[in-house]
């Protein structure tokens, strides 16, 4: 789906006017005069109902209009679901081309900017993941999509959509590209690539590198892995001020280890590494629009977690870069593991904020369902503004606790900590484990992201597989850090 830009709608060709509606509201009277360009009778009935669409023919054009549902009801997350309905009927219908009045989004009275969440909806809307596909059949979208717009900065904002969803894209194709292609390996290609292409700084460190350097809780993970594991450094400016880091799990596959999962479903284990992938998401998208001035990290251990004759077993002891030793009880429970060294190597940047994402337990879905992330956060600023972000950009999260309480079950009887504690209260222990690695008196916040980061919804803006969640939070991180950093700078 190409975007485009035009002035006016005469100008847009034979491409559909797009219109949104609530239930029960009539056409103000601009919007009259908008179906008047087109010959569209603006009392022509339409319900305006959540879901549904409509063809108008009008004597100068075609009028796709979309409901948003109950007036009261439309806000942002409404209005993405209504652009997935018109993506969705546009290709249905076949429609070559949708255009849609950046002025006519302007008066739905939505918070932030419409015109930009109308380009992201879309762009994430008529997503699809072909890549192995021998014929990837037809395109699920309509092949344009114009904003009408005599806006001076209309260029500019419509450059910064297609960053955000070009990132978000990218973390979805990771997520769904299966784990004997989307290798820790692979995933370093990638953060190199972005490197080359932006100018961003990058390291990739090998297994012996990763154990030199004194990772042994992460070296534990790959130990029975044939496929070489990698921890990728990505940086938006080496010689940058205080950076935000932002740590991603990378499981390229989650097996269990010697404590095998069930094999139903595993094969969703594929998206254990949707962390890592928010987080080179993240970067693409900062490529492509820039990221404020602000200095980025990301830091991202990349591995399988799989059986073997030398993988780890339940009750070994390791040390971490930070000196303290895990008994690992369940190798299950692995992804904190890896995360716990790249928490512990964030010391040498003097976070600004530190930010992990991980797929990192089963019992956040319980707690939580789908819908939602956890977050657990040291200072009630982070959680306001990972939480505030989160809604503006469609992707939510519920507050969890860091309390001490929580602190004495991961205690063992033979090393520092061990990596679980019991099954009640598993999102909690899983951060609490985290918790003992973050550098003394930087400001954390571990998000847990294994309900949202994959779906199986054809809606809204989902395609069935990853979602790419994250990308678009961080996204909003960096911009609101990047704000407080001119402030000071005044
Ligand atoms: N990757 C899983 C968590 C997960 C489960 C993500 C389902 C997405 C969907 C994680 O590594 C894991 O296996 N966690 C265990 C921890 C347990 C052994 C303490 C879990 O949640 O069962
Ligand atoms: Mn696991
Ligand atoms: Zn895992």
Same mark, same amino acid.
């Given at each position: 789906?190409n975007?485009e830009?035009?002035?006016?709608?005469?100008?847009?060709?034979?491409?559909?006017?797009?219109?949104?509606?609530?239930?029960?509201?009539?056409?103000?009277?601009e919007?009259?005069?908008?179906?008047?360009?087109?010959?569209?009778?603006?009392?022509?009935?339409?319900?305006?109902?959540?879901?549904?669409?409509?063809?108008?023919?009008?004597?100068?054009? %075609?009028?796709?209009? $979309?409901?948003?549902?109950?007036?009261?009801?439309?806000?942002a997350?409404?209005?993405r679901?209504?652009?997935?309905?018109?993506?969705? /009927?546009?290709?249905?219908?076949?429609?070559?081309?949708?255009?849609?009045?950046?002025?006519?989004?302007?008066?739905l009275?939505?918070?932030?900017?419409?015109?930009?969440?109308?380009?992201?909806?879309?762009?994430?809307?008529a997503?699809?993941?072909?890549? +192995?596909?021998?014929?990837?059949?037809?395109?699920?979208?309509?092949?344009? +999509?114009?904003?009408?717009?005599?806006? &001076?900065?209309?260029?500019?904002? $419509?450059?910064?959509?297609?960053?955000?969803?070009?990132?978000?894209?990218?973390?979805?194709?990771?997520?769904?590209?299966?784990?004997?292609?989307?290798?820790?390996?692979? %995933?370093?290609?990638?953060?190199?690539d972005?490197?080359?292409?932006?100018?961003?700084?990058?390291?990739?460190?090998?297994?012996?590198? =990763? =154990?030199?350097?004194?990772?042994?809780?992460?070296?534990s993970?790959?130990?029975g892995?044939?496929? #070489?594991?990698?921890?990728?450094?990505?940086?938006?400016?080496?010689?940058?001020?205080?950076?935000?880091?932002f *740590?991603?799990?990378?499981?390229?596959?989650?097996?269990?280890?010697?404590?095998?999962?069930?094999?139903?479903?595993?094969?969703?284990?594929?998206?254990?590494?949707?962390?890592?992938?928010?987080?080179?998401g993240?970067?693409?998208?900062?490529?492509?629009?820039?990221?404020?001035?602000?200095?980025?990290?990301?830091l991202?251990?990349?591995t399988?977690?799989?059986?073997?004759s030398?993988?780890?077993?339940?009750?070994?002891?390791?040390?971490?870069?930070?000196?303290?030793?895990?008994?690992?009880l369940?190798?299950?429970?692995?992804?904190?593991?890896?995360?716990?060294?790249?928490?512990?190597?964030?010391?040498?940047?003097?976070?600004?904020?530190? $930010?992990?994402?991980?797929?990192?337990?089963?019992?956040?879905? *319980?707690?939580?369902?789908?819908?939602?992330?956890?977050?657990? &956060?040291?200072?009630?600023?982070?959680?306001?503004?990972?939480?505030?972000?989160?809604?503006?950009a469609?992707?939510?999260?519920?507050?969890?606790?860091?309390?001490?309480?929580?602190?004495? #079950?991961?205690?063992?009887? $033979?090393?520092?900590?061990?990596? =679980?504690?019991?099954?009640e209260?598993?999102?909690? !222990?899983?951060?609490?484990?985290?918790?003992?690695? *973050?550098?003394?008196?930087?400001?954390?916040?571990?998000?847990?992201?294994?309900g949202?980061?994959?779906?199986?919804?054809?809606?809204?803006?989902?395609?069935?597989?990853?979602?790419?969640?994250?990308?678009?939070?961080?996204?909003?991180?960096?911009?609101? !850090? &990047?704000?407080?950093?001119?402030?000071? /700078?005044?």
């Amino acid at each position: 789906m190409n975007i485009e830009i035009f002035g006016s709608h005469a100008e847009s060709g034979d491409a559909v006017t797009l219109m949104f509606r609530a239930e029960g509201a009539g056409w103000g009277i601009e919007d009259r005069e908008l179906l008047g360009l087109m010959g569209v009778d603006p009392d022509a009935p339409f319900s305006g109902k959540a879901g549904r669409s409509k063809l108008c023919a009008g004597t100068g054009g %075609l009028c796709l209009l $979309v409901g948003l549902g109950k007036a009261e009801e439309v806000d942002a997350d409404a209005f993405r679901t209504a652009v997935g309905v018109a993506v969705r /009927a546009a290709a249905s219908q076949e429609l070559e081309g949708l255009a849609v009045d950046a002025a006519h989004l302007g008066r739905l009275g939505l918070d932030g900017d419409a015109a930009v969440e109308c380009i992201v909806a879309a762009l994430l809307a008529a997503y699809r993941f072909t890549a +192995f596909k021998s014929d990837p059949g037809e395109a699920d979208c309509p092949g344009r +999509f114009a904003v009408v717009s005599a806006d &001076a900065d209309i260029r500019a904002r $419509v450059d910064r959509a297609v960053a955000v969803a070009e990132g978000v894209r990218l973390a979805r194709d990771l997520v769904n590209t299966p784990s004997n292609v989307a290798t820790p390996e692979h %995933l370093a290609g990638v953060a190199r690539d972005l490197a080359a292409e932006f100018g961003f700084g990058v390291q990739v460190f090998g297994p012996e590198e =990763i =154990i030199g350097m004194g990772m042994g809780s992460f070296a534990s993970v790959f130990r029975g892995s044939d496929t #070489p594991a990698r921890f990728i450094v990505l940086d938006s400016d080496p010689e940058g001020g205080r950076p935000l880091v932002f *740590v991603g799990k990378g499981v390229t596959f989650d097996t269990g280890g010697i404590s095998l999962k069930p094999s139903a479903k595993m094969h969703e284990m594929k998206g254990d590494m949707a962390g890592a992938a928010a987080i080179l998401g993240l970067f693409r998208t900062l490529g492509r629009a820039g990221g404020g001035g602000r200095r980025v990290v990301g830091l991202l251990p990349c591995t399988e977690n799989v059986p073997g004759s030398r993988a780890t077993k339940p009750g070994d002891v390791v040390t971490a870069m930070n000196g303290k030793t895990v008994e690992i009880l369940n190798t299950d429970a692995e992804g904190r593991l890896i995360l716990a060294d790249a928490l512990a190597y964030s010391a040498r940047y003097e976070p600004e904020i530190l $930010v992990d994402l991980a797929t990192l337990t089963g019992a956040c879905l *319980v707690a939580l369902g789908t819908k939602v992330a956890a977050v657990f &956060a040291t200072t009630a600023e982070l959680d306001q503004r990972i939480r505030e972000g989160g809604s503006r950009a469609g992707e939510r999260y519920w507050p969890m606790p860091l309390w001490a309480e929580y602190g004495a #079950p991961l205690k063992s009887d $033979v090393a520092d900590l061990k990596n =679980i504690a019991t099954r009640e209260g598993g999102a909690i !222990y899983a951060a609490m484990f985290l918790k003992n690695f *973050v550098p003394e008196g930087v400001d954390w916040a571990h998000l847990d992201i294994a309900g949202p980061a994959w779906t199986d919804e054809n809606a809204s803006v989902f395609r069935p597989g990853g979602t790419g969640f994250g990308v678009r939070t961080l996204w909003e991180l960096v911009g609101e !850090y &990047a704000e407080d950093g001119s402030e000071l /700078a005044l």
